[in-house]
């Protein structure tokens, strides 16, 4: 699998190989199902978004907390996946973190910040759902919000109009069918 990206079967053997629980896994399931739904509406990389979103949280073998993002991001590094896909998986927290916010949080120095589309389709769709229950945009900002993170909140909301403006039409119109 060296700089390529995985398939789905070298995904889910990536995610056995590391022990990821298997609720994490079927959450990215339904990650990539939704992203894959929203990826086809704006011609996005249908092969990046899978591995992306099936591979999002692999860091989750590890731990819970924020930092799963970027040690997922280093096992794929460590199995010479593609760039795009280990991007994908330290930048789709929330909706991505500023470097006030990286320094804030003690994260490790890094880009977190969604830039591309497969990264933005799969970070949004990663918001969209919860467990593997579908949930409206305005539910995880409403959330986020009542956190005290009104930023991570503004920029839920503008991803997540910025991806309906691409699309053409509401995610959350779009995801309901």
Known sequence: MSSKIPSEEDCVQLLRFY?????????SFKVMAVAIKIAERCNADSSL????????????????GLLHASYGA????????????????RKHTGAGFTPD?????NLPQADY???TLEEKIVCHADNLVSGTILVKS???IDKERSKGHESTADRIQAMHNEL???????LDLLLSD
């Not at 916010?101 to 949080?105: G, T």
């Not at 309906?164 to 509401?170: A, H, N, T, Y």
């Open 19 to 27: 022990h990821v629980p298997q609720n994490v896994i079927d959450h």
């Open 49 to 64: 978004i899978t591995a992306g979103a099936l591979l999002h949280d692999i860091g989750r073998s590890k731990t819970h």
């Open 164 to 170: 309906s403006s691409l699309c053409g039409i509401d």
């Open 101 to 105: 916010e990286v320094q804030k949080l």
């Open 113 to 115: 910040m969604p830039s």
């Open 74 to 89: 280093d096992l794929l590094n460590n199995q010479g996946i593609s760039d795009s896909v280990i991007n994908i998986v």
């Open 138 to 140: 305005k539910n995880k």
